[in-house]
C-alpha cells in the first residue's frame, strides 16, 4: 500500500521560510518523479514544483521560482520543499504527488498517481 506523508507545515510569518518534507512509502521511490502542488480555499490545486528519479531535473511555477527549492533524497525515500521568502499568497494546503513515469515535466493533477494528505502553510502578512 502506497502511502505519501507530508510534514513541516505551520504558521510563519511573511518573508519567512518552512522546510516541508513528503515521506514515501509502499513504492520504488527511487524510480518516481514526485511533485508539489498546494490548494488555497475556494481556489484550484496547482501545481507548484516537481523533480525527476534522479534529482537531477527540477521544474518550478513560475510564483515559486527562486523563492523555493526542491529536493530528494533517494535513500530515505523522502522529498522536500524548503520555501523562503514566503507571501501571505503562499497560504494554503501543500500536497505531494508521485508520478510514476519518473519524470519532473509533468504539471497536471491528473498526471500523478498516488497523493498525501496535506500540510497546511499559513502565511500571515
Known amino acids: 500500500q502506497v502511502q505519501l506523508v507530508e510534514s513541516g507545515g505551520g504558521l510563519v510569518q511573511a518573508g519567512g521560510s518552512l522546510r516541508l518534507s513528503c515521506a514515501a512509502s509502499g513504492l520504488t521511490f527511487s524510480s518516481y518523479g514526485m511533485g508539489w502542488f498546494r490548494q488555497a480555499p475556494g481556489k484550484e490545486r496547482e501545481f507548484v514544483a516537481a523533480?525527476?528519479?534522479?534529482?537531477?531535473?527540477?521544474n518550478y511555477a513560475d510564483s515559486v521560482k527562486g523563492r523555493f527549492t526542491i529536493s530528494r533524497d533517494n535513500a530515505k525515500n523522502t522529498m522536500y520543499l524548503q520555501m523562503n521568502s514566503l507571501k501571505p499568497e503562499d497560504t494554503a494546503v501543500y500536497y505531494c504527488a508521485a508520478d510514476w513515469t519518473g519524470s519532473d515535466s509533468h504539471r497536471m493533477v491528473y498526471e500523478y498517481r498516488y497523493w498525501g494528505q496535506g500540510t497546511q502553510v499559513t502565511v500571515s502578512s
Open positions: 523533480i525527476n528519479w534522479s534529482g537531477g531535473s527540477k
